[in-house]
């Protein structure tokens, strides 16, 4: 049976050292230049690839009632 090495905390950061969190590239919405991340909704305008998903103004309406 193998006898097991010593298990330190520099070789455990030595092992994690490449899960570190990269910069999320930002995209600029082309009709109204709002910066957001890439592949996701913009959630000031509520459009996604051109066009109208979320109703934003419905949801701020919302938010003022709730109040």
């Known amino acids: 049976m193998v006898i097991r090495m010593r298990h330190t905390r520099s070789h455990t950061k030595n092992r994690r050292s490449h899960h570190k969190i990269k910069n999320q590239p930002i995209a ?3 009709t109204t ?3 957001h991340l890439r592949h996701r909704v913009c959630l ?3 459009t996604y ?3 109208q998903v979320l109703d934003t ?3 701020v309406e919302k938010k003022i009632a709730k109040k």
């Open 57 to 59: 103004v419905k949801a």
């Open 49 to 51: 690839r051109g066009k």
């Open 28 to 30: 600029v919405d082309q």
């Open 44 to 46: 000031q305008t509520g």
């Open 33 to 35: 230049g709002v910066p």
